[in-house]
């Protein structure tokens, strides 16, 4: 419980950029693929992107290739999202997730410890 807390999340205009951070507290995921999920009101959870142990395999949703960017620092058990050139659609709660396997996933099913989010609000 509690081991990963997302923060950066804000209100923003459309074309703007915010980078999401996810820090691990009381335990190290430097040997788990990381993922990114957004849910937006009345609708379901949505891949962003994953993320291998070492950063060397990324992976993306197709609403978000191209503009948003996923990376991780085992140095400080964080991991980050940045994401540019937002649009009114990527309005959601941002949660990080640290999977059992060494390699991210889109489904959420890979993944076993999950931070409680933060509200990225973009306007047009």
């Known amino acids: 419980q509690g081991q990963l807390e997302e923060s950066g999340g804000g209100l923003v205009q459309a074309g703007d950029s915010l980078r999401l951070s996810c820090r691990a507290s009381s335990r190290r995921f430097s040997n788990n693929g990381m993922g990114w999920f957004r849910q937006a009101p009345g609708k379901e959870r949505e891949f962003v992107a994953a993320i291998s142990w070492n950063g060397g395999y990324k992976s993306y949703g197709d609403s978000v290739k191209g503009r948003f960017t996923v990376s991780r620092s085992n140095a400080q058990n964080t991991l980050y999202l940045q994401m540019d050139s937002l649009k009114p659609d990527d309005t959601a709660v941002y949660y990080c997730?640290?999977?059992?396997?060494?390699?991210?996933?889109?489904?959420?099913?890979?993944?076993?410890?999950w931070g409680q989010g933060t509200q990225v609000t973009v306007s047009s």
């Open positions: 997730a640290a999977a059992r396997g060494a390699v991210g996933s889109s489904s959420a099913s890979a993944y076993t410890y």
